[in-house]
């Protein structure tokens, strides 16, 4: 053993040395993974952002690089003499392109440091057009990249031959990825580099998560024994809640939390450097505008960071935050990752933490070094997420963190995938089944799937002859499958990826300047004069064309927000089941709870706490109709899934239309018409007896599938590609909404394995099944508190006030017609 | 005039069934992109049609604008389209040029072909709408439909105004144009019935 030891420390002892001449020292887990990648293995690190992560990872390359005196051509001389496509070594995965230029220059430097004649490129959305044909020619040696973009390139068929070297592949922030289709897609992507450079070692960089050993089985399904390697042990904690003023009467529900601007503005004028982050862009502009509004220092030391910003000025704000040249950014999610920002002194998180780990990470933000404690200060924009913080405090005390489950057998990411081989190298199904299935999320790829798979890109779906004229991927005399229609290509090209985004369209000053870019459907709203807020400035719409706003500054006056579609992130159900502990007991510890006690008093004098003993339902009446709450705490998505459930059953029974909605502590069915209740019906109701056959029927009945078909007509390539700024003239035809797609589908290819897959993720992801089982288990096992409140609790108001979901009807529709509109006179009369 | 739940008008004095964009052809346009609908909706969107014209006993069929959805020529929607015309040999069939009809002039359909407009007075039948006239317009092309609270989806519209009348696209597959109760009096329809709304 000790021989091996100090053979091992020879080994990285260049890497040593040079972190000592940096006046660093090399972490126990840094060496791990350097040692662990020379001897050729794989593996996962998992370690908080900043705690050296980057070249923990990166050292071995380093490493393996100084042994064997590598000796790069140099870029300049290579046009002409080096017509070889294969010096790319080192390939860096990351899920966010605002992470991609920070991790250039932390390569970079250990690279220029150590004399290595490296060059490397970024290949993402924002590259520059020197990286991009560094990197599409085989002439860089590292290349950051972003999921979508590793995709992209091997859409061309000289990806064969560029990754054919290829020693290493670092994917970063997998926690980001391995939840998701995008990880999904990844997943894809790296069986093709496992196929085109066999030899290369994979090292997976995460965050802690509730199931280390699936993250590495999923990244590494060929290395079951890869090594996991612990990091730095996470750093002690510390969240505070900016209480509102005692004697202001702080709302129920909302989501803005400016009542609390002053003492926020107060905060930061304390700090030097601070990060304000919000749950959405519009909140993220909301709250930039008051802010700009009162900020008594130099206006361009308050920054804005959200994802739908231009590239340029999203660089701009976290160059702001390293050189300290701006105060305060407003970031949405944008700003989670792994950029380090080790000037920034204090983190906001405005509004509900969603989950543990997010607020986790988004403490990490602040005095960014190993050893120093996370430090968070809540602003709560509503009452109850007062309780969320506290929550979330005592479950981070107790090391708790979520779990992110990988999904599995994604037929439209997998036909994507089939129509990008099929335009790079090509591909023979044999082979490409062969190859999928080693992946983790088709592992259970049964030959029939890809059979249906094939048709679908091939012939347009299973039935041929419903297809005619249909053109796609072909399959040659020789068995390959190719796609020979450049605008075909063209086209898909430009829509991989897995993100649903509605109809984008650029913003730009008449002058030029690019801002971002905002969805359709709220600029189609605006008429040129009319004023909008975007990108921390107020605009004045002067036209609108081709797929391009036209704006100026506005000289005055304030304008409406854009919302942007997607992304109301759920309460994560551990920390739901932690909320609903917390409110059990009307007196607690925390300042938090004490500041809710005098509304948990009304709850209880009105109805009751909710309790884990007992299930808290409440039946209200008002004048516009009756009202069914049950607070399960169980997240959004369970919520409504179990209000689906809810309300198939009921409208068994009785003749009415029934709308539901949810939010993350429960969920609200409401009826129009008169009905009896009691607690045996809400037995009923809530059994866990025939579960699926019950959530079955309310899927067909419901829009729940149609509704989710919109990321799987998107990602399987059923809509044209929307981009910003740029709709090819030919995409006009080809204009029709999923919703749409969908119906087509259902009247004339009902068994149309896309729709299938849309029931599917409506039960596994939506709804969460498996989370409902339980949930309704558990409720059967709670005595049901039935109350009838004489007037909305502070626990309804916020469901009463959520739009509603869903809703189904056995009532005529023509009486639904006029009730609605009978509806609409008295509110507007 | 008469108001169709099915998104038609029938006007009993020319015995005439009047539709605004049919968009023949709209997913055979998608399949030759590259995008896989199944065929069947252009049967459908007919099926539909002889459906009200024998209810009716209309005549007449008039087709506001729009009849085919791509400018491209020969498509197997004229697979679905010459047994239906040749199954309704009798009725006359006008069709007034809407933008997507550019291909139409050559395609031999035997159907007469208005450009510009059809003047029936009082009214004055046309594609897309136009403001000050003498006659009343009735005419498509917005595609319009209305959201109403408490009901999901969007539903297509009728929408009457002093001097002008939009009909709903008749094709299922059709997108919409937002439209509220302020732009006029609207009739929602839903194939089977049809209420004021607003």
Redesign the interface.
Known sequence: MTSRKKASRANDAALVDWFATQGWTAATFQREVWQRYLRGESGLLHTPTGSGKTLAAFGGPLLEALREGVASAPIKKSRKSSPSNTQLRVLWITPLRALAADTVRSLQFPIASLGIPWAVAMRTGDASARDRRLSTQGRADVVVITPESLELMLSYPESSEIFSGLRAVIVDEWHELIGNKRGVLLQLSLARLRKLSPSHRCWGLSATLGNLDEARDVLLPAHSSGAIVSGVTPRSFSLETLLPPEDRRFPWAGHLGLTQLQSVLERLSQARTSIVFTNTRSQAELWHQALAAVWPHAPETLALHHGSLDAGLRSQAEQGLCDGSVRCVVATSSLDLGVDFPAVDLVFQIGSPKGISRLLQRSGRAKHRPGEAGHIVCVPSHAFELAEYAAARRAIERGEIEPRHPPTLCLDVLAQHGVTIALGAGFKSEELFEEVRTTHAFSALSETMWRQVLD??VQ??S?LS???????VVRDDDGMYRVP?R??AT??RLSIGTITSDSAVGVKFMKGGRLGSVEEAFLSRLRPGDRFQFAGRTLTLVRLENMTAYVRIAKSGQGSVPRWQGGRMPLSSELGKEVERVMSTENSATPEMTFLAPLMRIQRKFSALPNADQLLVEWIHRRDGWYLMIYPFAGRAVNEGIAALASMRWSREITN?F?YAANDYGCVIAVPRETPMSMELVQRLLSPDRLLDDLLACVNVG?LSRRQFREIARVA????PSLPGRQPR?VR?????S???F???Q???PD?MLLNQAQREVFEAQLDVRQVAETLQDFARRRIHLLTPEMLTPLSFPLWAER?R??LSNED??T??????E??DKRSG | MHLLADRALFWPRERALLIADLHLG????????????????TR?DLRRLSAMLETTSATRLIVLGDLL??SAIE??WRDAWEPWQSSHADLNIDVVAGNHDRALHALDLDISIHDGEIELAPFALRHAPKPTRLAHIVCGHLHPVVR??????RWPVFVMNEGLTILPAFS????GFDIS?TNGRLA?C?G??I????
């Open positions: 679908f890109i347009g779906g039935a419903s297809y005619p004229e249909y053109c796609k229609d605008g075909i086209r898909h239309t709308s829009e390539g059923l809509l044209p030919k035809h080809l204009q029709a909404s919703g749409l797609i119906d087509v589908l009247r004339f290819d149309h509603w869903g809703e529709w023509k639904r017609v006029a009730r609605a509109a509806q609409l | 709209k997913a055979d346009t998608f399949r030759s992109a590259g995008i896989a609908l199944p065929s069947g909706g459908y959805h791509s498509r197997s109403m609270p408490g009901i999901a989806r299922a597959f059709t997108g109760a929602v839903n089977k019935n209420a004021l709304w607003g």
